[in-house]
């Protein structure tokens, strides 16, 4: 295809460890039914604290793909 066309979906990933696994698991568990992940662009970081630390991220992202003929 000369001119390619793209699909953005928004995913938010969740983690008791960091802002990356976070990320990494949204990826990992879009990447079983969508076909041609390209890439993500973050769009959101939080999180919850539990007696003066953080407890879990949660951190949104858009993550683009090509779309097939």
């Known amino acids: ?3 390619p066309v793209y ?3 928004e995913l938010t990933g969740t983690s008791t460890t960091s ?3 976070a990320v ?3 990826i990992k568990r879009a990447h079983k039914t ?4 390209s890439w993500f662009q ?3 970081t939080r999180g919850n604290i ?3 630390t953080v407890h879990h991220w949660q951190v ?3 993550v683009g793909f090509g779309v097939e003929d």
């Open 60 to 62: 949104t992202i858009k």
């Open 34 to 37: 969508v076909k041609n992940l």
């Open 19 to 21: 802002v990356e696994d």
């Open 1 to 3: 295809m000369k001119d």
């Open 50 to 52: 539990s007696k003066g």
């Open 7 to 9: 699909k953005l979906i």
């Open 42 to 44: 973050v769009i959101e």
């Open 24 to 26: 990494d698991k949204a």
